[in-house]
């Protein structure tokens, strides 16, 4: 069992930054991979981006390639998701979630329905 908590939310105008942090408790964290997700008022759940359990590869979403970045710290169970160069369109609840396993490709792990645990989410705005 994993239990993930996000942080880091908030208003920011465009341009600016953020950066949200999911923290996980729970046995093995260090075992999973973890993805980042956003969900804006009627649309669907959008993949942002993911990290493979060791940290050793990444995938992001095309329109936040070069803005954001995700790390992980598996010392501190922690996964970040630096935000940069913000638009209003980034604006949404912001999710991570995690999922146990090696298998690893963009296909699979931009699928929420790829993933085994989930926090309850953290608002994005971004608007001047």
């Known amino acids: 069992q994993v239990q993930l908590v996000e942080s880091g939310g908030g208003l ?3 341009g600016g930054s953020l ?6 408790s729970g046995r093995d964290f260090s075992h ?3 993805g980042w997700f956003r969900q804006a ?7 942002v981006a993911a990290i493979y359990w060791s940290g050793g590869s990444i995938y992001y979403q095309g329109s936040v390639k070069g803005r954001f970045t995700i790390s992980r710290d598996n010392a501190k169970n922690t996964v970040s998701l630096q935000m940069n160069s913000l638009k209003p369109e980034d604006t949404a609840v912001y999710y991570c979630a995690a999922r146990r396993g090696t298998l690893w490709s963009y296909s699979l792990l931009s699928n929420p ?7 309850q989410g953290t608002q994005v705005a971004v608007s001047s």
Do not use: T
């Open 12 to 14: 920011v105008e465009p």
């Open 19 to 24: 950066r949200l942090s999911c923290a996980a």
């Open 32 to 34: 999973y991979h973890v």
């Open 41 to 47: 008022p009627g649309n669907e759940r959008e993949f």
């Open 113 to 119: 329905g790829g993933y085994d645990y989930w926090g």
